[in-house]
T-cell receptor, first 116, second 111 residues
Framework: GAVVSQHPSWVICKSGTSVKIECRSLDFQATTMFWYRQFPKQSLMLMATSNEGSKATYEQGVEKDKFLINHASLTLSTLTVTSAHPEDSSFYIC????????????FGPGTRLLVL | LAKTTQPISMDSYEGQEVNITCSHNNIATNDYITWYQQFPSQGPRFIIQGYKTKVTNEVASLFIPADRKSSTLSLPRVSLSDTAVYYCLVGDIDYGQNFVFGPGTRLSVLP
């Protein structure tokens, strides 16, 4: 149980385009979802926290107009990187937590984004 | 949010027991302690979680002293496939607190 999926697993896009990444909780209801970004050889950096039906809370330094997060249902959250640039190339990971899982968040497999 | 401190790296040999200690001096009453394992280009994988005393599952044990200011992840008889980065996280999801990742501990298991 507690499986989280992400789609796509990798994406290559041209600079200036927008990319949408989906995060789904497959066997539980995720009241809270988190989006992280990870650069090579570095730790995960939290970008934002979203609760179902509410606006996301962004970490300091993360542009909310550039990284659009939608958490419209208890099983789906999306991250849209708008007008992507090469410096946005990174590994994006989502995680989900639900009341049935007590204090645990479960992570998706990640999405590798390469902006050319 | 409680800040965590772990060793940056550790080396071990196959078959040995590995103990990774995490310091979290500012842990709050409602905070749980959770450990994750991450392989390159993969999302972190849940290992174990605890609040106090000792917790054991099929892959690891977690020791938490009474003051909860530290915790120790114990991996029995490691194998080469346990080479990964291990993260200790402290937080309280129920209050909408996120889990902030520190640099983690890079464990290298040698043959």
């Amino acid at each position: 149980g507690a499986v989280v999926s992400q789609h796509p697993s990798w994406v290559i896009c041209k600079s200036g385009t927008s990319v949408k990444i989906e995060c789904r909780s497959l066997d539980f209801q995720a009241t809270t979802m988190f989006w992280y970004r990870q650069f090579p050889k570095q730790s995960l950096m939290l970008m934002a926290t979203s609760n179902e039906g509410s606006k996301a809370t962004y970490e300091q330094g993360v542009e909310k107009d550039k990284f659009l997060i939608n958490h419209a249902s208890l099983t789906l959250s999306t991250l849209t990187v708008t007008s992507a640039h090469p410096e946005d190339s990174s590994f994006y990971i989502c995680s989900a937590a639900g009341t049935s899982l007590k204090e645990t968040q479960y992570f998706g497999p990640g999405t590798r984004l390469l902006v050319l | 949010l409680a800040k965590t401190t772990q060793p940056i790296s550790m080396d071990s040999y196959e078959g040995q027991e590995v103990n990774i200690t995490c310091s979290h001096n500012n842990i709050a009453t409602n905070d749980y302690i959770t450990w994750y394992q991450q392989f390159p280009s993969q999302g972190p994988r849940f290992i174990i979680q605890g609040y106090k005393t000792k917790v054991t599952n099929e892959v690891a044990s977690l020791f938490i002293p009474a003051d909860r200011k530290s915790s120790t992840l114990s991996l029995p008889r490691v194998s080469l496939s346990d080479t990964a980065v291990y993260y200790c996280l402290v937080g309280d999801i129920d209050y909408g607190q996120n889990f902030v990742f520190g640099p983690g501990t890079r464990l290298s298991v040698l043959p």
